[in-house]
């Protein structure tokens, strides 16, 4: 149950985003970069407490950069999970009945905050 309602606050996240870039006269978010609103929208879909949540994005280039816990500490914030959100995705139609089945955008899930190597490139952190 608690599952299917952090699904549905990532839905409803996600909805607002097109909701509002539909309002402002685009068919597409005018938000510079798609990822940092997936980070946000996952991130607010699996806190399990109320507060405020910020996805930060953390270097992913080599191994040997901090860990979620560390970036998240080093913003006076709490971490409390780890993603990464890959770039260059298919894109799928602007029209949600058409690419029905097709793979669109993905995200992982670490699980914790300790991951030491290239992986996540955003730290879910609370305040």
């Given at each position: 149950?608690?599952?299917?309602?952090?699904?549905?606050?990532?839905?409803?996240?996600?909805?607002?985003?097109?909701?509002?870039?539909?309002?402002?006269?685009?068919?597409?978010?005018?938000?510079?970069?798609?990822?940092?609103?997936?980070?946000?929208?996952?991130?607010?879909?699996?806190?399990?407490?109320?507060?405020?949540?910020?996805?930060?994005?953390?270097?992913?280039?080599?191994?040997?950069?901090?860990?979620?816990?560390?970036?998240?500490?080093?913003?006076?914030?709490?971490?409390?999970?780890?993603?990464?959100?890959?770039?260059?995705?298919?894109?799928?139609?602007?029209?949600?009945g058409e690419a029905?089945?097709?793979?669109?955008?993905?995200?992982?899930?670490?699980?914790?905050?300790?991951?030491?190597?290239?992986?996540?490139?955003?730290?879910?952190?609370?305040?």
């Amino acid at each position: 149950m608690a599952q299917a309602a952090r699904f549905l606050v990532i839905i409803l996240c996600v909805n607002v985003v097109t909701v509002t870039a539909n309002e402002m006269g685009n068919r597409e978010s005018d938000y510079y970069n798609w990822m940092d609103e997936i980070a946000q929208a996952a991130c607010t879909g699996v806190m399990t407490v109320d507060g405020t949540v910020y996805a930060v994005r953390r270097y992913c280039v080599a191994s040997g950069q901090p860990i979620c816990s560390t970036v998240c500490t080093n913003q006076g914030l709490t971490c409390f999970e780890a993603l990464h959100v890959y770039p260059n995705q298919p894109r799928l139609s602007e029209t949600h009945g058409e690419a029905v089945g097709e793979v669109g955008p993905w995200v992982h899930r670490y699980g914790s905050c300790g991951s030491t190597h290239c992986g996540p490139n955003y730290c879910c952190c609370r305040g």
